[in-house]
């Protein structure tokens, strides 16, 4: 079956610094996406990010991430954390196993502070 | 256009009581998905349909659970004797086929 890993359960940053969360993943099948989801407190989680193509670098309101399938990994950054960037971030992918299953990470909570 | 929309937003139980959520998903959607979210914890599919059909419920966690869409639009999920261990954010999920899934604002359960 599929696993995404998210090692850090919380990570803080200074506002205007850089973040990278950390996203790896196991899969036995053709996987045919992944994705960073953001849940604000209290609402529903919404798509980030999405990539299905390797080394290719995907963008969205100032976050990064490059899909690496030699290094199983799918790592988000932005060069300059905003105080409103403070949220739950999760790692997911889809798997051609079952078309269109997410398999979601544990999540990251980044904290910004000022 | 119109999100995903759960109702109701919240709700607290007693062990053993019954309770139904329901999830009108985003129109022309063929594909809706119920999940279950610990506190703390990401997102574990509990069943999904596509059009009325369910195509995946191994993830139910018990007969307690059951899942409809009878006309492949809106669907409830209902837990019958809930426990404690069932409180949780429950969220519904709609797609088209193989796109990219659009969540709904989810209904926190508490059991006490």
């Known amino acids: 079956g599929d696993s995404v890993t998210q090692t850090e359960g919380l990570v803080t940053v200074t506002e205007g610094l850089p973040v990278k969360l950390n996203c790896t993943y196991q899969t036995t099948y053709l996987t045919i996406a992944f994705f960073w989801y953001v849940q604000y407190l209290n609402e529903a989680p919404q798509v980030l990010l999405r990539?299905?193509?390797?080394?290719k670098r995907t963008e969205h309101q100032g976050f990064h991430a490059t899909l690496h399938k030699s290094s199983s990994s799918f790592h988000l950054q932005k060069s300059s954390a905003q105080l409103s960037d403070s949220a739950l971030y999760y790692c997911?992918?889809?798997?051609?196993?079952?078309?269109?299953?997410?398999?979601f990470g544990s999540g990251t909570r980044l904290q910004v502070y000022a | 256009e119109a999100g995903v929309t759960q109702s109701p937003r919240y709700a607290v139980l007693q062990e053993g009581q019954a309770v139904s959520f329901w999830c009108d998903p985003i129109s022309g959607h063929d594909t809706l998905y119920w999940y279950q979210q610990p506190r703390d914890q990401g997102p574990q599919l509990l069943v999904y349909f596509r059009d009325e059909a369910v195509i995946d419920n191994s993830q139910l966690p018990s007969d307690r659970f059951s899942a409809v869409r009878p006309k492949g639009t809106n669907s409830t999920l209902k837990i019958q004797s809930a426990k404690q261990g069932d409180t949780a954010t429950y969220l519904c999920?709609?797609?088209?086929?193989?796109?990219?899934?659009?969540f709904g604002p989810g209904t926190r359960l508490l059991v006490l």
């Open positions: 999920a709609s797609s088209s086929t193989g796109r990219t899934q659009y």
């Open positions: 990539s299905s193509t390797d080394n």
């Open positions: 997911a992918l889809s798997s051609r196993q079952v078309v269109g299953q997410l398999t």
